[in-house]
């Protein structure tokens, strides 16, 4: 099956302590991408990358990296967690470059930080 | 820069009632448009997208937009709600020559029987 896999899907950490949230796709797309959900902000990108070895900042990047190495993952590293980044994680990905692009999803990784 | 704006973040209409949410964007050249629906505990999908081909799309489910530039709308309208269409749905912006994606703030449909 076609899909975007995260995980994991819920993680309660303590600040300062680094994480990382893997991200896989299995449908050979060049692009991915991490977002944040906010309640009332919405969906915002944190970084993408267009292939392999090539990252970019999205809006939202400070506190977070990220690294793709492989065509089909592209991890979210959090090195030192804050409170601020309590949020819902999504990361995407894409067959196609461009403002017509589809995005497909996975189900989402909510991180609390304490 | 483009940008988009939901109007009402929470929507409740009864089981058959039309279903109409609100999206108006911002763009200095001729956007795509899209909306996304985010079901309970999972990850956002695409409804439908406008890409400067016929001004009304129709996207899964029963849902479509209409592209209207001189009101710079994108709303979204479903006929006869049903319980299923609970979620939340969210509209986004893109230009032909970036890679970037920007969401509204999405609104949050509830269906009553």
């Known amino acids: 099956e076609a899909q975007v896999t995260q995980n994991p899907r819920y993680l309660i950490t303590v600040t300062g302590k680094k994480l990382t949230v893997t991200c896989s796709q299995n449908?050979?797309?060049?692009?991915m991408s991490w977002y944040r959900q906010d309640p009332g902000l919405g969906l915002r990108q944190i970084y993408y990358?267009?292939?392999?070895?090539?990252?970019d900042k999205g809006d939202v990047p400070e506190g977070y990296k990220v690294s793709r190495k492989e065509k089909r993952n592209f991890p979210l590293i959090l090195e030192s967690p804050s409170p601020n980044q309590t949020s819902l994680y999504f990361c995407?990905?894409?067959?196609?470059?461009?403002?017509?692009?589809?995005?497909?999803f996975g189900a989402g990784t909510r991180l609390s930080v304490l | 820069a483009q940008s988009v704006t939901q109007l009402g973040s929470h929507v409740s209409v009864s089981e058959g009632a039309l279903v109409l949410l609100r999206c108006n964007y911002s763009?200095?050249?001729?956007?795509?448009l899209f909306w996304y629906v985010q079901y309970p505990n999972q990850g956002l999908q695409l409804l439908l997208k406008?890409?400067?081909?016929?001004?009304l799309v129709k996207g899964i489910n029963g849902f479509e937009a209409e592209f209207k530039k001189s009101e710079t709308s994108f709303h979204l309208t479903k006929p006869s709600a049903h319980m299923s269409d609970a979620a939340e749905y969210f509209c986004a912006v893109s230009l032909y020559n970036t890679d970037k994606l920007i969401f509204g703030t999405g609104t949050r449909l509830q269906v009553f029987p």
């Open positions: 995407a990905s894409s067959p196609t470059r461009g403002g017509a692009m589809i995005q497909y």
């Open positions: 406008y890409t400067s081909a016929a001004t």
């Open positions: 449908m050979n797309h060049e692009y």
């Open positions: 990358s267009m292939n392999v070895e090539v990252t």
């Open positions: 763009s200095s050249v001729p956007p795509y």
